[in-house]
Each structure stands twice: as structure tokens, then as C-alpha cells.
């Protein structure tokens, strides 16, 4: 039911995609109830506080419930009366397989539907293997005739969570092929996003299965990006050429462009890994697996650069057992506090593994590392990381390492190696104040 220009929405989910995607709806003024099986999380965000760190989500959920905007529950009866509901719930990795986990975006869907009524808006925004939405959308139509399924697949980025929520640079809605549920979705959805299409946001209009594959195929894209010029930096080892040159040479080209094109320890986090994983596992059980066999090499590629930096390491201590190394950085990426599939956390741990004596910092994320990997020490600053290390690993490309005064650290260290895992240190400064330097591919 709306009341004015505000729909009542429910949203599964409330992770890094659904929380944010509340706290967003109820700033453009819609009413938001999330919902989670997670007590503690739904505890916390009950109280307008961010169970993980990102940019502006704690002030936006405390506006949202303040004003009562935005609530939060564990009971999904909650999501009775709403009109649109959200399926924001994670895919991640199957253990032991390549493919995306859907158990839970099935359960969330089971618990949704006793609440559902005919004309009911589902719309699904967790990145799923292309036919997903046409299996959700069967289960729901046998269930409640009338309530029908939309994709609209979410491309926030971690760091960015709140501004691309609230401000996309594209809209995607998959709709079903009946001409008049396409329509009540579309309308449905056109009044949720009223503002940011009012002010120019391009809408691309499509079926189930494009919408599905539109996500997987610009996460391809981008890991592609980046493991194409980790390759480059792979060659230019050899050759002794300089990859950030290269990368500022051909990003210059309008039809290449310079984003993402930065050589380093490679990509992690929540959604590149997986999605490039997931999406070459459903190509092989559509029998075009071939069609996406690079994804293997782009995957691959990726997972060597980490093992690169590890042989720095490991090349520059000499004798490196016991030896003490400064990990600067646990994030998979900086302004975020997750470690999902890290390489900073990976370049970590494989170093410990080796006997090596590690001490990690992190602005944001050592409590996530440190529940998954107790045995690291860890230090709360960068300062105590580098007191005494025999060589300094930087592999988070976070503002205040970018900025550490070079001299400054060199009074810290017993020995003055940087690693520059990704290419963010002003190596002539560094050199300048004594240290041994080494980026990636340069
Ligand atoms: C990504 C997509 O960008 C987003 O649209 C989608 O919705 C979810 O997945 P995110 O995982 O937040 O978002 O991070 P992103 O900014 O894309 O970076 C991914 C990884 O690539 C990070 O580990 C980052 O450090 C790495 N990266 C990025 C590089 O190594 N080099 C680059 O030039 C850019």
C-alpha cells in the first residue's frame, strides 16, 4: 500500500547488499522494514547502528529510524503488507565447488511467501547463476497466484554502498514475460526509484535472463580488467618495463579508459571471486563452457599475484623463519572492513603458514581477520605493525599508508624493505629515504 509517492517495502536480507538497500529506500522517503535470521545484526541495525563498516550507512540508519522510516525484524510476518519485497540475501561459493550456493536465496523466498498477497512485487537483487529467476518465479506463482517476481540486480560497490544505492549510473529490471505482471513490476518499481530516474538515471528495461546475466557479465568484465593488466605486470617483470606506465599509456584511450586498470595483489571481496567462478560453473552446465574458459585464466592470474608478492617477501628476508614482517592492510579493499576472500588477509596468512613472524593492521578490519584467522598477531596500528619488521607488506591501498611519511617509518623498521602490493607508494620518496623498493610489474 503507498501513501503518497512512498511504497511499503520489505527487504531480505541485511548484509552488505540489503542493509544498505533499506537504509537507501527509506532515505528516498519509502517505508522499509528489513528482515534477517541474524538476531545480533537485526539488533543492531533495530537500533540505527551499522553492523559493518561503510561510508555513511550508520547516518543514514539512524535518520531512517528516527524518523520510523525503517524498522527491522526477525519475524518475516513484518513483510505482510508490504508491497514490494526484496530478496538481497548472499550467494556465495559452494565449499568445494566453483558454483553459488542458492540455499539461501531459496529460504528466503519460502519464508517470504506466507506473507505474500496477489499483486505483490518480489524482486530479486542477489547475483544468481542465469535461470534462477525463472525457478523463484514458478515457486512464487504456485504459491500465491497474482504476486509476481522482478530482477534487479544491485552494482553497488563496497566503499561507495550508500552513494550508488542512492545515486546508480544504471537501473536494470528483468520482468517477466506476461505482458501485464511486466507491467504491474515495472510500475511498482518505476514509483520505488522515482528520484533517481527523475534525475536522468538511464533504465534498461529487459527478461529474467538478461537481468541476470547483465550482473555476472560486468563483474566478468571487470575482473577480466584487472587481470589483464596483472598480466601485463606479470611480463613486465620479466622484461624490467613499468606496468603503471603502460596501464596510464593505453588507459588514455577512450575505448580502454585507465579505471581498474590498477596492477597490484589482484581482486577479492564478496563478489568478483565468486561471481567469476559461479558464472563459468552454470556456463559449463549450459554447455558453453568455452564460451567463458578465460574466466579460468582470469581467476587464475589473480590468485598468482598474491603468491608473487609472498615470494618478495620471502626473497628479501633471506633466512625468513621467525622473521618479523608488517602486513599493512586486511580488507579485500580500502573503506570496507571486509575480508572476503582478501588477498591482503590471504598474503597474510600464506606468510605465517611459512613460519614467517606476521604482525597485520588494519583502519577497519582486524576484528572480521581475526575471527577468521585467531593465529595472526595483529596490531592497531600501522606504527606498532612496523616497529622492528624486517621487511613492510602493503597490500590495502588505504589513504593514510598511501600517505605514511616515509622517513618517519624508516626510524620503525629494523630493516627498510617496503613491498608495494599495490602500487600506491610514491616510490622515488620512498627510495629517497632509504628504502629498498618493489611494486608489482614495475
Ligand atoms: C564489485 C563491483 O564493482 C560492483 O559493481 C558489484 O556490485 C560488486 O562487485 P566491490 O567488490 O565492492 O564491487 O569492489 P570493486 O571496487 O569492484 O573492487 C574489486 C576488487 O578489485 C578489489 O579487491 C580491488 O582492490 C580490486 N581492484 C580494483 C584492483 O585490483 N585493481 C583495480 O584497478 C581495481
Redo the contacts with the bound molecule.
Sequence with gaps: MSQGSAVRVSVIGCGYLGAVHAAALATLGHEVVGLDVDQDKIALLAQGEAPFFEPGLAESLRTGVQTGKLRFSTDFSAARGCQVHFLAVGTPQLRGSQAADLSFIHAATESLIPYLRPGDVVVGKSTVPVGTARELADKIASAVPGAVLAWNP??????FAVEDTLHPDRIVYGLPADEDEAEAAKAALDQLYAEPLASGCPLIVTDYQTAELVKVA??SF?ATK?SFINAMAEISEVVGADVTKLADAIGHDQRIGRK???A?V???????PKDIRAFQARADELGVGRSVGFLNEVDAINLRRRERVVELVLTNLGDYQRKRVAVLGLA??PESDDVRDS?ALDVAVRLHGLGVDVVATDPQAIANARRLHPQLDFAATAEEALSGAEAVVLVTEWQQYQKFDPQLARGLVANPVVIDGRNCLDAASWRAAGWTYFGMGR
Design positions: 544491485e552494482f553497488l560497490r563496497e566503499g560486468a563483474n571487470l584487472i581498474f586498470l590498477n597490484g589482484g581482486f577479492g571481496g564478496g563478489c568478483l579485500f579493499k588477498p
